[in-house]
Nanobody, 115 residues
C-alpha cells in the first residue's frame, strides 16, 4: 500500500524556519521524482520544489534562496527546509511522488507563518 506521510508543519513567526518531512512507503522511492506542493486558502495548488531521481532540483521563484529540497533514498524520505518564512508561505504543504502514470499524494501538513 502506497503511503506518503508529511510531518513538521506548524505555526512559526515571520523570519523563522521549519523543516517538513515526508515518509514514503509502498513503492520504489528512489525511482520517483519527489515534489512538494502547497495550497493556500482560496488559491490553486502550486508546485514549490521538486527533486529528481538524480537529485537535481527545481524551485518556484518565490522560494528560491529560502527553501531547500532534499531526499534520502536509504530512508525513503524527502525533506523541505524552509528558512526566512513569510506570511505568504502560509499553506497546506503536500508531498507528491510521480513516475510515468504513477501519481501519489500525502494528506498534507499545515504551515502557518504569523506573528
Amino acid at each position: 500500500q502506497v503511503q506518503l506521510v508529511e510531518s513538521g508543519g506548524g505555526l512559526v513567526q515571520p523570519g523563522g524556519s521549519l523543516r517538513l518531512s515526508c515518509a514514503a512507503s509502498g513503492f520504489t522511492f528512489s525511482r520517483y521524482v519527489m515534489v512538494w506542493y502547497r495550497q493556500a486558502p482560496g488559491a490553486e495548488r502550486e508546485l514549490v520544489a521538486d527533486i529528481s531521481t538524480f537529485s537535481s532540483t527545481y524551485y518556484t521563484d518565490s522560494v528560491k534562496g529560502r527553501f531547500t529540497i532534499s531526499r534520502d533514498n536509504a530512508k525513503n524520505m524527502v525533506y523541505l527546509q524552509m528558512n526566512s518564512l513569510k506570511p505568504e508561505d502560509t499553506a497546506v504543504y503536500y508531498c507528491n511522488a510521480r513516475k510515468s502514470t504513477d501519481d501519489y499524494w500525502g494528506q498534507g501538513t499545515q504551515v502557518t507563518v504569523s506573528s
